[in-house]
């Protein structure tokens, strides 16, 4: 048997007879280093601060986050150590639906009620496929996922069983898909659906085409599986962000609340439809998923202003002035010394002073928050919330032409495609100018783009090169920034091949590179091409 008295095991369940009843089980087994907590918030910090080769956890925690719930938090975060076990413990047999579609399972779970010799079974049975994939733990551990990728796949081909073929193989496909390798990802996704119908192979494929652009396919696949299975949530979660990405507000908030009604504590979700009923123009459903999401992540560690400022927003669009100075307050203490804490609640004034009639009050802050709509730091979402107190300003206050002025500023700097105009468009619809604006702006933003596409195609990309970057520097724009980059590295590659001078092209590659976001995949292509491109030189050299 493997566990011993130096095994390490976290329990957490909300009730008091059952921890101590665990822990009278494992010591019977010899298992004395045995920890407990009440809640999903003392496991995770508990998890924060240690590592145990064991977790026992209740599926159903009470208030709060229930177990399946914790588990995706601690994975998807990287709180949770490969290496750790993980047994859920549940006494609603429903759960053997949601373990059999959950994308991130535990590694083996229980029903109630059991014995201390079915617990010891189960704990080491995962312990056997968890040594299985150790080597691969091993390597990710150290950082090197390309070598943790190659050991899975001779995992797999060597497998002893299903089970440990198909566990290897998910967690190959995983990783293929963190190191942009979809098609890869892809052939194991339907190599193991060739077989069996496994649910969150199917989503992992819906994943992949998602990411690829194909919004309508990968929603089709997603209304499949939950027609398969409807306790899948992350499908939900998923086909929302897809209606979301289409400008389809309103719907994805009915797929949310079908979600949020099978998980109805889950921070990320309620948060989720909260933000799209605010963005679908429903300020009062806003608020109460925003009001309840609050409720839920408040004392959590991965709470943050984000969700306060949404809430903020819906206070001020539905009138409601009860206790938003002290949610002010709370959001000013919450971004602390974050680079975008002034324009955030310069925002959060004019909100607050527009739900309070004092509009002339709000436009003045605006305009000092207008200072900074160019500037690295501000996001498309901080640019949205402005957006937002902006076409609440009376028509009667002067200077109009500032506020198309505005309008025209975030378009032209966050309107990447179709999506971002739609939910531009959505924000500004009772604000027939400055919607105008958005659609010219957008249309102005498209015909230089396709005059770049023209000038490379007639074999000028470097005057396309010039043009982007001269976009991209005055309007912040990312997509365009990163066409920019692509054609630039091009042309600079081909005058290193003739041995011509780069350094102009040096110059504007890295001024878009010092803001453009470095977690960017395409971005991180450019920081590894450009890289490539001086070590080749230096070798020919």
């Known amino acids: 048997m493997y566990f011993d008295e130096n095994t390490t095991v976290l329990i957490i369940e909300d009730s008091l007879t059952v921890r101590q009843g665990l822990r009278t089980m494992l010591s019977m087994a010899g298992i004395t280093r045995s920890d407990a907590v009440s809640s999903a918030a003392e496991g995770r910090a508990r998890l924060k601060g240690r590592r145990f080769d064991v977790v026992l ?40 639906r949601v373990v059999a579609a959950a994308e991130m399972a535990p590694d083996d779970y229980i029903l109630k009620p059991f014995n201390s010799n079915l617990l010891l079974t189960r704990m080491n049975n995962a312990h056997k496929r968890k040594q299985f994939l150790a ?7 150290k950082g090197n996922r390309s070598a943790a990728i190659n050991t899975l796949q001779q995992l797999a081909a060597a497998a002893p069983g299903t089970a440990n073929r198909i566990d290897a193989n998910r967690l190959c496909a995983e990783l293929l898909v963190t190191e942009g390798r979809q098609g890869e990802a892809l052939h194991i996704y339907q190599e193991l659906l060739e077989s069996k119908v496994i649910p ?10 998602a990411d690829q652009g194909m919004q309508g396919e990968s929603s089709a696949l997603l209304k499949e599986i939950i027609q398969d299975a409807p306790l899948y949530t992350d499908a939900y979660d998923l086909l929302a962000q897809n209606l979301i990405d ?75 002035t009860q206790n938003i100075d002290r949610l002010q307050a709370e959001i000013s203490a919450s971004l ?17 002073a527009l739900v309070q009639q004092r509009a002339e009050e709000a436009l003045a802050v605006l305009k000092q928050a207008a200072d900074d709509l160019l500037k690295p730091f501000v996001h498309f979402e901080s640019a949205q919330r402005f957006l937002g107190a902006v076409v609440r300003l009376p028509e009667t206050l002067p200077d109009p032409a500032l506020l198309e002025d505005w309008t025209r500023t975030i378009t032209m700097r966050f309107a990447y495609s179709r999506h971002e105009l739609a939910t531009l468009q959505e924000i500004a619809r009772k604000h027939p100018h400055c919607s105008e604006r ?21 074999g000028r990309a470097a005057e396309a090169g010039h043009m982007l970057h001269e976009m991209a520097m005055r309007l912040y724009n990312e997509r365009t920034g990163m066409n920019a980059c692509a054609i630039l590295l091009r042309v600079r590659e081909q005058l290193r091949k003739k041995n011509q ?41």
Request: with cysteine.
């Open 200 to 209: 969150w192979a199917k989503m992992g494929v819906a994943r992949i085409q």
């Open 438 to 458: 958005i659609e010219h702006a957008y249309a102005e933003l498209q015909e230089q783009s396709n005059r770049a596409v023209e000038l490379t195609t007639e």
């Open 57 to 96: 956890c209740d599926y159903n925690l009470g208030d709060g986050m229930d177990g399946q719930e914790l588990l995706e938090a601690l994975r998807k975060t990287g709180a949770l150590p490969l290496s750790t076990i993980w047994i859920m413990i549940t006494g609603e047999r429903k759960y053997e």
């Open 246 to 320: 289409e400008g389809q507000y309103a719907q994805a908030v009915d797929v949310l609340e079908k979600a949020v009604s099978i998980s109805p504590r889950n921070f990320h979700r309620l948060k989720s439809c909260g933000t799209a009923a605010l963005r679908a123009g429903d300020p009062e459903k806003g608020a109460q998923y925003l009001q309840r999401a609050v409720e839920v992540g408040r004392n959590n560690n991965f709470f943050g202003p984000e969700v306060l400022i949404d809430l903020l927003q819906a206070y001020s669009e539905t009138g409601n």
């Open 501 to 541: 001078d780069v350094a102009e092209y040096d110059r504007m590659l890295h001024e878009m590179l010092d803001w453009l976001p470095k977690d960017n995949e395409r971005v991180q292509g450019f920081l590894s091409r450009l890289h490539d491109q001086d070590g080749d030189n230096a070798k020919s050299s």
């Open 336 to 352: 602390a010394d974050r680079p975008e804490a002034q324009f955030t609640l310069l925002t959060c004034k004019a909100l607050t």
């Open 135 to 141: 080597p691969a733990h091993e390597l990710l551990e």
